[in-house]
């Protein structure tokens, strides 16, 4: 975290955490302990690294270039490509729920069918 602390700015670190500049300058001479949230924020900020600030279960999530990378996709995610995640998954499962409605509409109509063609072999008799 000392690293984080030294090598960026003091305005920087400012825009990132809100503290004020006085404090800023103590944590990075040293005199003042940085607070966990902050260390936390910076290091999701500058390392990316999303397991920082939301818990393990978002160990090798990685946020960069204002996309988040997960370990199970090649490429990384825009907000936008997030969002239309969501509305994907509506349409998947509104094409689910017409899927199920044809099939059994199909398969009421070939027992009408079925009625049919045994009326049918009835009267060719």
Request: glycine share 4%; proline share 2%; with cysteine.
């Amino acid at each position: 975290m000392d690293y984080l602390i030294k090598t960026t700015s003091c305005e920087e670190i400012q825009n990132i955490t809100g503290e004020e500049l006085r404090i800023i300058k103590q944590w990075k001479k040293g005199t003042r302990r940085v607070p966990a949230a902050a260390s936390k924020l910076l290091r999701l900020c500058f390392d990316g690294d999303a397991s920082v600030l939301l818990g393990p279960d978002w160990k090798n999530h990685i946020f960069r270039n204002n996309l988040l990378f997960i370990p199970e996709w090649r490429r990384g995610l825009s907000a936008q490509d997030i969002r239309s995640m969501y509305w994907e998954t509506q349409l998947a499962a509104s094409l689910k729920r017409e899927i199920s409605l044809l099939k059994s509409e199909i398969e009421r109509r070939n027992q009408d069918i079925d009625r049919l063609e045994t009326k049918a072999e009835f009267y060719r008799m």
